[in-house]
């Protein structure tokens, strides 16, 4: 049986049983059929209450009743159209998600929640109608973003000229303290010696990478016109410098090594001593190293905790290495086989027991055991540094803008789709209800 129609059977059922027992009670009436649901009066009196609470909130000034309506009509459709698709996705929100949701809005109101039930009650709005309308509203918005998601295809070529547009935006009025590297090579040189130039130039930039002084290498090594002066141009804003440079700066950052990039007379390398006007996104990095015992059905809390305080004692007292320990013992393998180390990674990847530790343990010391979800571990700071990911932050802003675009247009074309295919109905007494 249709789901309206077992709906309908409901409320007659209902409305005999309480006609029985008192006084006879109007009757909920169905306005408009939407596949298998229905929308009845009360939800289109419960929406309209909220809305015209909203504009008197506002000051917003409302159009007439019979607009209202039809737009309060058209809102329920698409709503009822996408719970159907959130049913078919098996999308349910929960109480404890649903309360998150009220207490955002309650604060983003500066109110408590029960002034919030205050004022839908002033306005003639029950709380649990409130409740179920915004567990609608979530559920209706989370199958929406499933199926727009699916719909929408950015380009890496569309993220890159977005983001050029944006860097270009950011960096009107901006100024770049930068030294420069030329490495010198005729355009009639022989393949060997531009090759060799270029291998020059690819371990210059692997030094200054590991931290060697500029100007030392500018002194020895570069040909440009400020060699004398180990390098350094000073500062300059990007319509002001060698267009070949002012084309290589992109979003880069204060210690940014640009190159080597080629010329007409040679190899470039740049760096960016510091920047003016602009604003730079930095994140510390950790290079950290663990050992990591997992328990089983012979490998209990206990034994893995034991296991690992046996090690870091031997560790301290000079007894075994942090990597040989991590090669015997670690039942990470990605790491035991590199003695344990992770890598340089911003602390956010790992799970919060971890993240924790390598946030505030002092480089160089050695945790007690602790747990996470995968399992004992001991963990050391090796070291931590500063990076600079401006460069990364202004492509994510360029896909966040992409992908909001592209959302709203998707959704639009979605929603007309699931409407034309839809099956609406009004029923012929609809315009008689009040």
Do not use: C
């Not at 604003?279 to 990591?292: F, G, K, P, Y």
């Not at 896909?399 to 959704?411: C, D, G, P, T």
């Amino acid at each position: 049986m249709k789901k309206w129609k077992s709906s309908l059977l409901g409320l007659t059922l209902w409305s005999l049983a309480a006609g029985s027992i008192a006084a006879p009670q109007e009757l909920d009436k169905v306005v408009t059929i939407v596949n298998d649901s229905v929308i009845l009066q009360s939800d289109v009196d419960a929406m309209l209450k909220t809305v015209q609470m909203n504009a008197a909130r506002q000051n917003q000034p409302l159009p007439s009743s019979d607009i209202l309506s039809e737009q309060v009509m058209e809102k329920l459709i698409i709503e009822t159209l996408q719970l159907q698709q959130a049913e078919q996705f098996g999308i349910r929100i929960d109480d404890t998600r649903l309360d998150q949701a009220i207490n955002q809005i309650a604060a983003e109101r500066n109110m408590t929640v029960a002034q919030l039930q205050q004022m839908l009650a002033d306005n003639g709005i029950s709380f649990a109608v409130f409740r179920e309308q915004m567990r609608r509203d979530i559920t209706a918005s989370e199958a929406r973003t499933i199926q727009v998601r699916r719909r929408i295809n950015i380009l890496p070529q569309e993220v890159d000229t977005l983001a050029e547009q944006l860097e270009k935006q950011t960096q009107q009025g901006v100024s770049f303290n930068i030294s420069h590297i030329q490495l010198r090579v005729s355009e009639d040189a022989s393949a060997a010696e531009k090759n060799e130039a270029l291998s020059q130039a690819n371990q210059l930039v692997k030094e200054l990478n590991s931290g060697a002084d500029f100007a030392n290498l500018a002194y020895s090594y570069s040909k440009g016109p400020k060699a004398l002066q180990g390098g350094e141009w000073g500062w300059m804003r990007k319509e002001e410098m060698p267009t070949i440079f002012a084309d290589q700066i992109k979003s880069g950052g204060k210690g940014a090594i640009i190159g080597p990039f080629r010329s007409g007379v040679g190899y470039h390398i740049l760096k960016i001593n510091d920047v003016q006007g602009l604003e730079t996104i930095s994140v510390t990095e950790v290079n950290a190293r663990h050992i990591l015992v997992k328990t089983s059905v012979i490998m209990s809390d206990e034994g893995a905790q034991r296991q690992l305080e046996k090690a870091r004692r031997a560790i301290l007292a000079g007894e075994q290495s942090f990597a040989d320990a991590a090669q015997a013992l670690s039942a990470d393998p990605g790491s035991a086989a590199n003695g344990g180390e992770l890598g340089w990674q911003t602390p956010d990847i790992y799970v919060p027991e971890f993240k924790d530790k390598v946030e505030t343990l002092p480089a160089g010391m050695i945790s007690e055991p602790f747990k996470t979800v995968h399992g004992w571990h001991i963990v050391e700071v090796i070291e931590r540094r500063d990076v600079d990911r401006t460069d990364a932050a202004v492509k994510n802003r360029a896909y966040r803008i992409l992908f909001s675009r592209k959302f709203n247009e998707e959704a639009q074309a979605w929603l007309q789709e699931l409407r034309a295919g839809a099956y609406i109905e009004q029923p012929e007494d609809a315009n008689d209800q009040g």
